[in-house]
């Protein structure tokens, strides 16, 4: 892989859009994913340094969370316990796909684009019903 300085300079505003549409929305993997794979980052990679930058916005959004005191404690250890089994089980699964893991993320990506994209029907009891 030879990274330029032209591909720092457009990839580096592209992932900045994917963080900020991240914070806002959610969703920004879905941006940074495949430019991760188009500039030529083995799938393994490309899915870890995604999960790397939406770890520290998430890190950043649990810090304001707990300030303003929106945390139940009990709920949220126990979350992080599962997540951290889940995100354990996903990297050896991603590990063991190897190479093809590029043909599940391609498969996976518009998927899940779409499913974000799908207009919020009303809001009922604090909770989003979808069409």
Same mark, same amino acid.
């Given at each position: 892989m030879n990274v330029t300085l032209i591909t720092y300079l457009i990839v580096c505003p592209l992932i900045f859009?994917?963080?900020?549409?991240?914070?806002?929305? %959610?969703?920004? %993997?879905?941006?940074?994913?495949?430019?991760?794979?188009?500039i030529g980052l083995p799938p393994v990679t490309a899915a870890g340094t995604n999960k790397f930058s939406a770890s520290i916005g998430t890190t950043f959004?649990?810090?304001?969370?707990? =300030?303003?005191?929106?945390?139940?404690?009990?709920?949220?250890?126990?979350s992080?316990?599962?997540?951290?089994?889940?995100?354990?089980? %996903?990297?050896?699964?991603?590990?063991?796909?190897?190479e093809s893991l590029k043909y599940v993320i391609i498969g996976f990506v518009p998927r899940a684009g779409f499913?974000?994209?799908?207009?919020?029907?009303?809001? =009922?009891? %604090?909770?989003?019903?979808?069409?």
């Open positions: 859009l994917a963080g900020f549409i991240d914070s806002i929305a %959610g969703g920004g %993997g879905l941006i940074s994913l495949p430019i991760y794979l188009a959004s649990v810090i304001n969370f707990f =300030k303003s005191g929106s945390i139940h404690i009990k709920s949220a250890i126990t992080a316990a599962f997540a951290f089994i889940g995100s354990n089980i %996903g990297a050896h699964i991603a590990l063991a796909l190897g499913a974000v994209l799908i207009t919020r029907d009303k809001e =009922k009891d %604090g909770v989003v019903v979808y069409k």
